[in-house]
């Protein structure tokens, strides 16, 4: 099976810095938008930044200038740097890779399991 493996989460101070990876494993021949989503307590699952295959970006307004999503193809990775963070970045982060193609997948979507992100003021 494809596995989305999330890592980076943890607690910082308001203004601080976190790096969020994704990795999918497996024997995958291409995925044409990873990105990241995010759901804090009681609120809906919404659109932090998504990125294509080649390249092209997207973020919501909310982090716009201060997150940045990066992918590598090659390793079938997508980053997220978040820097001055806010009390309201607080939420479940979650990689999103969507349309994969592999042995074990056949187009289609696919969630990983979520990351803590905590920030205090």
């Known amino acids: 099976q494809v596995q989305l493996v999330e890592s980076g989460g943890g607690s910082v101070q308001a203004g601080g810095s976190l790096r969020l990876s994704c990795a999918a494993s497996g024997t995958i021949f291409s995925i044409e938008h990873m990105g990241w989503y995010r759901q804090a307590p009681g609120m809906q699952r919404d659109l932090v930044a998504t990125i294509s295959r080649d390249n092209i970006t997207n973020y919501s307004d909310s982090v716009k200038g201060r997150f940045t999503i990066s992918r590598d193809n090659d390793k079938h990775t997508v980053s997220l740097e978040m820097h001055s963070l806010k009390p309201e970045d607080t939420a479940t982060y979650y990689c999103?890779?969507?349309?994969?193609?592999?042995?074990?997948?056949?187009?289609?979507?696919?969630w990983g399991q979520g990351t803590q992100v905590t920030v205090s003021s």
């Open positions: 999103k890779a969507e349309r994969v193609w592999a042995i074990q997948e056949s187009g289609r979507d696919l």
